[in-house]
């Protein structure tokens, strides 16, 4: 069992969630549908078994359909499609950690390349909510607040849960702010709902 995903913080994350409120988008003040889901980064091994979890009761007790979109598995979806993921692992070592860096940043581009992925994936499926995890696993060639500032517009029908493996915290002077690890400031980013402080 998850340290941090006890039975009665799951059982909030599902009572939020399958609520007639959220499920309708009501109360967001004219600010679109995206929920932070921080949680401990040492638990991001466990945290696939706990959205799945999560997932397969909603569908079953609340009849919502779920789309799960892993970011990172998304990223080597495209690079392999692009036929070049093979090419990056073989050349690796041949390039400095700025050159990867750059390279990475160009190649995973979300406004060019991840949100257009992702618009696709939406557009397939008929879902209520979408769950994004592997942010974590693909900093820093993409960062958080950059992906949500770019998921604006084609996500903006849907609830959408961030799964983020740090911190996502508020402070009068300096707003929001989502703290990679709990160590990094990714950056401020002020339009989502911490969903844990979110009520039913």
């Not at 557009?123 to 592997?134: A, Q, W």
């Amino acid at each position: 069992m998850s340290p941090f995903f006890t039975p009665a913080r799951t059982d909030q994350l599902f009572q939020v969630i399958s609520s007639p409120r959220f499920r309708r988008m009501e109360g967001l003040g004219n600010e679109v549908p995206f929920y932070i889901c921080p949680f401990p980064p040492d638990e991001a091994a466990d945290l696939p078994k706990v959205v799945q979890r999560l997932a397969n009761r909603l569908q079953t007790e609340a009849g919502m359909q779920v789309l799960t979109i892993d970011l990172y598995d998304l990223a080597i979806e495209l690079l392999e499609k692009r036929g070049i993921f093979q090419e990056i692992l073989d050349t690796e070592p041949e390039w400095s950690k700025d050159e990867l860096l750059e390279l990475l940043q160009n190649v995973l581009d979300p406004e060019v390349y991840l949100v257009p992925a992702i618009n696709e994936k939406i557009k397939e499926t008929s879902y209520d909510v979408l769950f994004l995890t592997g942010i974590g696993e693909l900093y820093p060639y993409v960062r958080s607040h950059t992906m949500l500032n770019n998921l604006q517009t084609p996500l903006c029908h849907r609830p959408m849960v961030l799964f983020f493996p740090g911190e996502y915290t508020f402070d009068d002077d300096m707003g929001a702010s989502l703290d990679l690890f709990g160590r990094m400031d990714d950056d401020r980013y002020y339009r989502a709902f911490h969903i844990f402080h979110v009520s039913p």
